[in-house]
């Protein structure tokens, strides 16, 4: 028969290999988002924070290519805020 300290070590493992888990997963993905927008970085010759810049201000026009550069940079700080957030996870 397991005792309740010993259920509580076992939902405490578990949890803490699903939040290990998520993190290996989103710093992969954080790792293909900056790789992906490197590559918008050098092919416009522009920094993704100065290009969202001018981008929201209107100043790029509307190409297709802008766009995907604007949801790979979100999706990137979206990662990163879920990445901070479980790295505060202590238990």
């Known amino acids: 028969m397991t005792t309740l300290k010993t259920k509580k070590k076992m939902v405490s493992s578990i ?3 699903g939040l290990n888990l998520k993190k290996i997963a989103l710093k992969h993905s954080l790792r293909k988002y900056q ?3 490197e590559v918008f ?6 920094k993704s924070k100065v290009f969202v810049k001018k981008f929201e201000n209107g ?3 509307d190409e297709a290519s802008w ?10 700080r979206k ?3 879920k990445l901070k957030l479980l790295e505060t996870i202590k238990l």
């Open 59 to 61: 100043i790029l026009g």
């Open 67 to 76: 766009f995907e550069w604007l949801f790979i940079y979100k999706a990137m």
């Open 35 to 37: 790789s992906e927008l």
């Open 41 to 46: 970085e050098r092919k416009y010759k522009m």
């Open 79 to 81: 990662t990163e805020e």
């Open 15 to 17: 949890i803490n290999e």
